[in-house]
């Protein structure tokens, strides 16, 4: 009952269909962007780390050399 009266709603508001269909693309959209910047997030904080790990290499090779 619920589905028919659905139909039959979008079949009388075509701009209710327009507006659904781009909540939708603009949804899927973000989701995408979203995605992306977590990906670059993810990127950033392997190079920090790997930077991080370097550095600290570096700092116990030279105080072993102090030693």
Same mark, same amino acid.
């Given at each position: &009952? =619920?589905?028919?009266? @659905? ?8 701009? $209710?269909?327009? &507006? /659904? $269909?781009?909540? %939708? ?6 989701? #995408?962007?979203?995605?992306?910047? #977590?990906?670059?997030?993810? @990127?950033?904080? +392997? !190079? /920090?780390?790997? !930077? $991080?790990?370097? =550095? !600290?290499?570096?700092?116990?090779? @030279?105080? +072993?050399? %102090?030693?």
């Amino acid at each position: &009952m =619920f589905a028919w009266y @659905l139909v039959n709603y979008r079949a009388r508001n075509p701009k $209710e269909n327009i &507006m /659904v $269909e781009k909540n %939708c693309q603009n949804r899927h959209l973000i989701s #995408k962007y979203l995605a992306d910047t #977590k990906k670059i997030f993810n @990127l950033l904080i +392997s !190079l /920090v780390l790997v !930077l $991080e790990l370097n =550095f !600290l290499k570096g700092f116990i090779k @030279l105080a +072993s050399k %102090c030693n």
